[in-house]
């Protein structure tokens, strides 16, 4: 099993920044990718960004491209997601996802074996 713990949501005006974290513990070595996924009241829970864990390709929704940075620190087992020139659009739960292979879409939240429990962030206009 692999545990994940995020942190670094908040309220933030537009066009501000803000950084999650997401530290993962257990059995870390089977990790495939990481990812970001986010989910507004009454919406459906999205995709955002992903990364592998061992060469640090990434992918990112459309929405995000260009505004969001994923990365990671294989030595502390945690993983980021940088948001920039953010809008009240972004405002969500952001959950982040572990999966242990590479089979299947990095988009559907079906191929992610674990999950944190949410951090929130509010964009104010």
């Known amino acids: 099993q692999v545990q994940l713990v995020e942190s670094g949501g908040g309220l933030v005006q537009a066009g501000g920044s803000l950084r999650l974290s997401c530290a993962a513990s257990g059995r870390t070595f089977s990790t495939y990718a990481m990812a970001w996924f986010r989910q507004a009241p009454g919406k459906e829970r999205e995709f955002v960004a992903a990364?592998?864990?061992?060469?640090?390709?990434?992918v990112y929704a459309g929405s995000v491209k260009g505004r969001f940075t994923i990365s990671r620190d294989n030595a502390k087992n945690t993983w980021f997601l940088q948001m920039n020139s953010l809008k009240p659009d972004d405002t969500a739960v952001y959950y982040c996802?572990?999966?242990?292979?590479?089979?299947?879409?990095?988009?559907?939240?079906?191929?992610?074996?674990?999950w944190g429990q949410g951090t929130q962030v509010t964009v104010s206009s």
């Open positions: 990364i592998t864990w061992s060469t640090g390709s990434t």
């Open positions: 996802a572990a999966r242990r292979n590479s089979v299947g879409s990095y988009y559907l939240r079906g191929n992610y074996n674990y």
